[in-house]
């Protein structure tokens, strides 16, 4: 449907497919993000959260299901065109910033941009420094990343994200390796991102204060989701 930016039916996936060590680490998940929607998503470690994520992320494919990007069919494209929607339609956050630490956060920035249309240019730098100012850090722009503090990073990290203007973020506990401030800073710039700029977010989280700021929150047990958590389209 037209207001939909994701939708997952019966997805299940398996790893070490043909193994003795096959297992299935989730099963049956359905699940529908609305445009402009802010999802949490809870659960205990090793329930599948990640391995969700990496699946929404284009990353990894299911081992059945299916998966639907703005109501099209992930299934029937190849790589260079599943390539082509992840860069254009999904943006990345995650635990650790995976920055690249010798380069400044301005090129960080950059980078994604870059990767789409392999060369610099004036344009692609005044949108960099635009997002430095977004996440509140226009003065940090030329700060290597190696010098800036955890919070200050992860910061830079979400203006990457929104470097290609996506419509949906999938961030992975990208609060979890931050003190409280500042978990509780680069949370409040997700969710203020999310209602100026519309832009979706799936975001793993094992912090209650901070899901229940979120529009819905969805628990994932054992590869599962629990029955009555918000996940019904
Ligand atoms: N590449 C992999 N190969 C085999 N098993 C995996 C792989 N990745 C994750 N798992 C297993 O899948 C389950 C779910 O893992 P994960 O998605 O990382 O959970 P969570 O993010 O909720 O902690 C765990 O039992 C984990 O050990
Ligand atoms: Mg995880």
């Given at each position: 449907m037209?207001d ?5 039916e019966k ?7 043909g193994?003795p060590?096959?297992?299935?680490v ?5 699940l ?9 998503l ?5 329930s ?7 699946i929404?992320?284009?990353?990894d ?5 299916r998966?639907?990007i703005k109501g099209?069919?992930?299934g029937?494209m190849g790589?260079?065109?599943i390539?082509?929607?992840?860069g254009?339609t ?5 635990q ?5 630490s ?5 090129e960080?920035v ?15 730098a005044?949108?960099a420094?635009?997002?430095m100012?977004r996440v509140?850090?226009?003065k940090?722009?030329g700060?290597l ?9 992860q910061?830079?990290?979400v203006?990457?994200a929104l470097a290609?203007n996506p419509?949906?973020v999938r961030a992975?506990?990208?609060?979890g390796?931050?003190?409280t401030?500042?978990a ?8 203020q991102v999310n209602r ?5 977010f799936?975001?793993?989280t ?5 899901a229940r ?5 969805i628990?994932?047990?054992?590869g599962?989701?629990r029955p009555g ?5």
């Amino acid at each position: 449907m037209a207001d939909e930016v994701l939708r997952l039916e019966k997805v299940c996936k398996m790893y070490n497919v043909g193994l003795p060590s096959q297992t299935e680490v989730l099963h049956d998940i359905d699940l529908v993000l609305r445009h402009g929607e802010f999802l949490a998503l809870m659960g205990p470690s090793g329930s599948g959260k990640s391995t969700l994520l990496n699946i929404v992320g284009l990353l990894d494919r299911p081992t059945s299901g299916r998966i639907l990007i703005k109501g099209r069919d992930v299934g029937t494209m190849g790589d260079a065109e599943i390539t082509h929607l992840r860069g254009h339609t999904i943006g990345f956050v995650f635990q650790q910033h995976l920055l690249i630490s010798a380069f400044t956060a301005l090129e960080n920035v950059m980078m994604p941009m870059l990767a789409d249309r392999g060369f610099p240019g004036p344009a692609i730098a005044a949108r960099a420094q635009d997002l430095m100012a977004r996440v509140g850090l226009e003065k940090f722009a030329g700060n290597l990343a190696m010098n800036m503090s955890g919070g200050q990073q992860q910061r830079v990290a979400v203006a990457r994200a929104l470097a290609m203007n996506p419509d949906l973020v999938r961030a992975d506990e990208p609060t979890g390796n931050l003190d409280t401030k500042s978990a509780d800073g680069v949370f409040e710039l997700m969710r203020q991102v999310n209602r100026e700029g519309g832009t979706s977010f799936l975001v793993v989280t094992h912090n209650m204060d901070l899901a229940r700021r979120c529009d819905r929150i969805i628990e994932v047990v054992d590869g599962r989701i629990r029955p009555g958590s918000g996940a019904a389209a």
